[in-house]
């Protein structure tokens, strides 16, 4: 797996947090489905089958190399309309698909440049801490994420926008240069977008580009519930200097779709 800025974690450090956030979010889903605020239209149990799609469709990328033509080709595919147990039956799937295949071995998946099983040790745990945030804050009670995971999860989100310019439906991005900023106990890291045309090229930097026409500051775990669309600029812990917000909004909310 590759980050841009060194923020990766270990392979067993993913499916810790893979394991710890599916507990948590499994235990959130209460027995009456109830609204999602950040997924609308969707209930929890909306949510719960969400996530076993996800996980059944990954599991299936990763022991056969491509994707799934329908969900009738995810064998064995669970016949219950039981979220909750639908969930389960994914979470198993995907934990043992990751357990069992070599991380090095390729396999289809939409990153630019990361085509291998390694890639979806990341993603599937970064997938699975956002849609925990979701159920939390479904029923009130919304729990911290690791700061160095959160900090991961910024990284990787971010690393998505290189492909906004292969999506047709994208229009002209000639944005100029953006900073993100998340802040850490021990500093800071800081992360260049150059948007051009239909292009988009994400870099490390040590602080925000003094060409930055817009910079985006905050605390890790908040930095990356905003890019993510999971709070917005009036959370105390963003901070945003400069012009362009609504646009860098909408083209996040393309990248992570």
């Given at each position: 797996m590759r980050s841009v800025a060194g923020t990766e974690l270990s392979r067993k450090q993913y499916l810790i947090h893979l394991n710890a956030d599916y507990q948590i979010l499994a235990a959130a889903i209460p027995e009456t489905p109830v609204e999602v605020p950040?997924?609308?239209?969707?209930?929890t149990n909306d949510l719960a089958k969400h996530m076993a799609h996800v996980y059944l469709g990954q599991a299936h990328v990763v022991e056969t190399g491509s994707q799934a033509e329908n969900k009738e080709h995810l064998a064995p595919y669970p016949r219950t309309d039981d979220a909750m147990e639908f969930m389960t039956w994914g979470f198993e799937?995907?934990?043992k698909a990751l357990d069992i295949n070599r991380p090095e071995r390729p396999t289809w998946s939409w990153h630019h440049s990361d085509h291998t099983v390694d890639f979806w040790f990341r993603r599937m745990a970064h997938e699975t801490v956002i849609h925990r945030i979701d159920t939390e804050q479904a029923v009130g009670t919304v729990s911290?994420?690791?700061e160095a995971f959160a900090l991961d999860g910024v990284d990787e989100v971010l690393d998505f926008l290189p492909l906004l310019g292969s999506w047709p439906e994208v229009p002209n991005i000639d944005f100029g240069i953006v900073s993100i900023v998340a802040?850490?106990?021990?500093g800071s890291q800081v992360w260049d977008?150059?948007?051009t045309d239909k292009a988009a090229t994400v870099s490390a930097a040590e602080k925000p580009n003094s060409a930055a026409g817009l910079v985006i500051s905050g605390d890790a775990e908040a930095m990356d519930l905003y890019l993510w669309g999971r709070i917005d600029s009036s959370d105390p812990r963003i901070s945003i200097t400069g012009e362009g917000e609504e646009t860098f909004k909408q083209l996040m909310q393309v990248a992570v779709l």
């Open positions: 950040s997924c609308p239209g969707w209930t799937a995907i934990t911290k994420i690791d802040k850490t106990k021990s977008l150059q948007f």
